[in-house]
């Protein structure tokens, strides 16, 4: 499962989530400032939030609106952060994990569980939210330059099991001592969901939002104008083996050129949960209707076999996939643009 860290600012570097305005490439994932292009351009606002850029681009709206749109969006973002987070002791993700159990649990959190467990099960548990204390074993020997021992690695494995999630009322529950849960492969898409719902309630309907590669379109850049963005080569040669237009449609891309447990790249943030090894490919993006999906299904199809993965795509509705592999040649799933 993707578990990179919420706060790795190189995280998904794959989707740079290029905003192509007449002959001009932005990179807002880079925070690079915003020059219009002829006629009427995108209002453009960058914050720092989730460890990363989160570039939200508006159009069609009056800059006051604009402003307050934003505004409002990036407020609820900080709120969210609090409450998803793991890296943040105080959230009741965190405290879940440290105690074991959760009273009261707030309704996006509880929201978010849900939506991992959904998408787990049509995975096969591909996508898998209690790879916690694999990661953090992983993370340590990475710390402390060590290899893993094969008994820890055992023992971490042992505690990955999404069934130990017990959900009650509004109380959750871990069914074992050292279980723990992360949210890194859907929290910022769930994010980006939320933030696209913040914009349309306070009336702007056309808008990009590209959180650090998760990104959400809705309606148009301009009247009969899609937004664009870029699918980069995982290689890094500066290539780009899609670009997409997007009207109303959310895009996220996995890779294992993100977070790395060793020097050599073999274990990297995405992990089989049944394993604890890392698949050896260059990309997965998927498109999906919502953020969060997008988000969790990148991770999910980026740990499957090549082909389970595209066929999976292939059976869920509003879906559609793109795995590049290392050498740069892909493969889609069939609803996949041409």
Same mark, same amino acid.
């Given at each position: 499962?993707?578990?990179?860290?919420?706060?790795?600012?190189?995280?998904?570097?794959?989707?740079?989530?290029?905003?192509?305005?007449?002959?001009?490439?932005?990179?807002?994932?880079?925070?690079?400032?915003?020059?219009?292009?002829?006629?009427?351009?995108?209002?453009?606002?960058?914050?720092?939030?989730?460890?990363?850029?989160?570039?939200?681009?508006?159009?069609?709206?009056?800059?006051?609106?604009?402003?307050?749109?934003?505004?409002?969006?990036?407020?609820?973002?900080?709120?969210?952060?609090?409450?998803?987070?793991?890296?943040?002791?105080?959230?009741?993700?965190?405290?879940?994990?440290?105690?074991?159990?959760?009273?009261?649990?707030?309704?996006?959190?509880?929201?978010?569980?849900?939506?991992?467990?959904?998408?787990?099960?049509?995975?096969?548990?591909?996508?898998?939210?209690?790879?916690?204390?694999?990661?953090?074993?992983?993370?340590?020997?990475?710390?402390?330059?060590?290899?893993?021992?094969?008994?820890?690695?055992?023992?971490?494995?042992?505690?990955?099991?999404?069934?130990?999630?017990?959900?009650?009322?509004?109380?959750?529950?871990?069914?074992?001592?050292?279980?723990?849960?992360?949210?890194?492969?859907?929290?910022?898409? *769930?994010?980006? @969901? !939320? &933030?696209?719902?913040? %914009?349309?309630?306070?009336?702007? /309907?056309?808008? =990009?939002?590209? $959180?650090?590669?998760?990104?959400?379109?809705?309606?148009?850049?301009?009247?009969?104008?899609?937004?664009?963005?870029?699918?980069?080569?995982?290689?890094?040669?500066?290539?780009?083996?899609?670009?997409?237009?997007?009207?109303?449609?959310?895009?996220?891309?996995?890779?294992?050129?993100?977070?790395?447990?060793?020097?050599?790249?073999?274990?990297?943030?995405?992990?089989?949960?049944?394993?604890?090894?890392?698949?050896?490919?260059?990309?997965?993006?998927?498109?999906?209707?919502?953020? *969060?999906?997008? @988000? !969790? &299904?990148?991770?999910? %199809?980026?740990?499957?076999?090549? /082909?389970?993965? =595209?066929?999976? $795509?292939?059976?869920?509705?509003?879906?559609?996939?793109?795995?590049?592999?290392?050498?740069?040649?892909?493969?889609?799933?069939?609803?996949?643009?041409?």
């Amino acid at each position: 499962m993707k578990q990179s860290a919420y706060s790795d600012l190189s995280r998904r570097q794959a989707l740079r989530g290029l905003l192509m305005t007449g002959g001009l490439l932005l990179v807002p994932g880079l925070a690079r400032a915003f020059v219009p292009a002829a006629g009427a351009a995108p209002y453009v606002r960058t914050g720092f939030h989730m460890g990363t850029m989160v570039t939200i681009s508006l159009a069609r709206c009056s800059e006051a609106q604009a402003q307050e749109a934003v505004a409002a969006a990036f407020a609820e973002c900080r709120r969210l952060e609090g409450i998803l987070s793991r890296f943040d002791a105080s959230s009741p993700l965190s405290i879940l994990n440290a105690q074991g159990a959760l009273q009261d649990v707030p309704p996006e959190l509880a929201a978010v569980l849900e939506r991992a467990r959904r998408i787990g099960a049509w995975s096969n548990h591909a996508f898998n939210p209690t790879v916690l204390p694999l990661v953090r074993l992983l993370e340590q020997a990475r710390d402390a330059g060590k290899r893993v021992a094969a008994d820890d690695l055992r023992e971490a494995l042992a505690l990955v099991d999404p069934d130990g999630i017990r959900q009650n009322g509004r109380g959750v529950r871990l069914c074992r001592e050292g279980m723990g849960v992360t949210l890194d492969g859907i929290a910022k898409g *769930a994010v980006v @969901d !939320a &933030l696209g719902d913040v %914009l349309r309630a306070a009336g702007c /309907r056309h808008f =990009l939002i590209n $959180a650090g590669g998760d990104m959400l379109a809705r309606g148009e850049r301009a009247p009969g104008q899609a937004w664009r963005v870029a699918i980069e080569d995982p290689a890094g040669q500066g290539r780009f083996p899609q670009i997409l237009e997007l009207r109303d449609a959310a895009l996220a891309t996995s890779g294992g050129y993100e977070a790395r447990y060793d020097a050599a790249g073999k274990r990297h943030h995405l992990l089989r949960p049944e394993t604890g090894e890392s698949p050896e490919l260059g990309s997965m993006s998927v498109l999906a209707g919502d953020a *969060a999906t997008a @988000d !969790a &299904l990148a991770t999910a %199809l980026s740990v499957m076999m090549p /082909r389970d993965a =595209l066929a999976l $795509a292939d059976s869920l509705p509003s879906c559609a996939a793109l795995l590049v592999r290392r050498d740069g040649l892909t493969s889609a799933s069939r609803d996949w643009p041409a």
